[in-house]
């Protein structure tokens, strides 16, 4: 059982530059969501999605966009990364009022 | 609107100490409290929990009670090993409505435990 998978787990970007983080749960759960973890600052929601097509915004979301095709799958854009996004990325999923599962994370590096 | 409130160390203990980490919340309504950890080069994972009010939540050794006079869910554990190193957060999680769960997290206590 694979849980909630991430990837790419490493990516190094130059300003500018756009890229897809691709997140993918097995685990038929209605809701996924995007964190970006800063050192001092815990983890910060970015978007989240209650199900199959639809997304919402989170505490941070400026410089992402999201997309929620099929109910297995969770995409995190960055259309013109800046070096304020270096950070690392980690997918989650639940069912309502349950724990979280979280992805072994993405570490990105905006050069 | 919804806070966490945990020490962001690092804590460091020598093998078998106790171990506290202070936890305190805001909240409006009556949120689930949950403990995560985080081994290094991995995602968070699910300590432990609690749902409502003087519940305890436990597992592996660690403990915590709901206390919702104080706002607080500090973890405890009598004997801490060198597997324990790791990052632990603090949250809260409550359902603002729209089906939508809002999991608020504390920055994370590192705990480095030495031989």
């Known amino acids: 059982n694979a849980g909630v998978t991430q990837t790419p787990k490493f990516r190094v970007l130059k300003t500018g530059q756009s890229m897809t983080l691709l997140c993918a749960q097995d685990m038929n759960h209605e809701y996924m969501y995007w964190y970006r973890q800063d050192p001092g600052m815990g983890l910060r929601l970015i978007h989240y999605?209650?199900?199959?097509?639809?997304?919402a915004k989170g505490e941070v979301p400026d410089g992402y966009n999201v997309s929620r095709l099929k109910k297995q799958n969770f995409l995190l854009g960055l259309e013109s990364a800046a070096p304020s996004q270096t950070s690392v990325y980690f997918c989650?999923?639940?069912?309502?009022?349950?724990?979280?599962?979280f992805g072994e994370g993405s570490r990105l590096t905006v050069l | 609107g919804d806070s966490v409130t945990q020490m962001e160390g690092p804590v460091t203990l020598s093998e078998e100490a106790f171990l506290t980490i202070n936890c305190t919340y805001t909240?409006?309504?009556?949120?689930?409290l949950f403990w995560y950890v985080q081994y290094p080069g991995e995602g968070l994972q699910l300590l432990l929990k609690a749902t409502k009010a003087d519940d305890k939540g436990s597992n592996k050794g660690f403990e915590a009670t709901y206390r919702k006079e104080t706002t607080s869910f500090h973890l405890e554990k009598g004997s801490v090993q060198v597997s324990d190193s790791a990052v632990y957060f603090c949250?809260?999680?409550?359902?603002?409505?729209?089906?939508?769960?809002?999991?608020?997290f504390g920055i994370g206590t590192k705990l480095q435990v030495i031989p």
């Open positions: 949250a809260l999680s409550d359902q603002p409505g729209g089906g939508y769960q809002k999991v608020t």
């Open positions: 989650a999923s639940s069912r309502l009022a349950g724990e979280l599962f």
């Open positions: 999605s209650v199900g199959e097509g639809t997304t």
């Open positions: 909240a409006t309504g009556y949120p689930s």
